[in-house]
């Protein structure tokens, strides 16, 4: 059985949103955050990629984490741009 292939164009526009929330909102405090911060979680997770990146960051969940704390981005580091396990968005 095939892995299902990820909806880039929604994941692209979930990570969007995510920065910009997370730009202009208090973060933990931002029932908005929570929802986007939820969304972009499910995306990454029903993806089958442990990661995504996009705009040279990598977002990769944190299962443990508590709300608020769902996604973790920093920049990418040269081996998330080799791995397979993570889907680069920004790449063709």
């Given at each position: 059985m095939m892995a299902k292939?990820?909806?880039?164009a929604m994941l692209s526009r979930l990570v969007d949103a995510y920065?910009?929330?997370?730009?202009?909102?208090?973060?933990?405090?931002?029932p908005d955050f929570h929802e986007i911060e939820e969304q972009l979680f499910d995306a990454i997770d029903?993806?089958?990629?442990r990661a995504?990146?996009?705009?040279?960051?990598?977002y990769i969940f944190d299962p443990n984490g508590l709300p608020g704390?769902?996604?973790?981005?920093?920049?990418a580091?040269?081996?998330d741009l080799v791995d397979p396990t993570v889907?680069?968005?920004?790449?063709?």
């Open positions: 292939t990820p909806d880039r920065d910009q929330i997370e730009e202009e909102s208090l973060g933990v405090g931002d029903d993806s089958g990629y995504v990146i996009k705009n040279g960051n990598i704390e769902l996604i973790v981005a920093d920049p580091e040269p081996e889907l680069n968005l920004d790449e063709d």
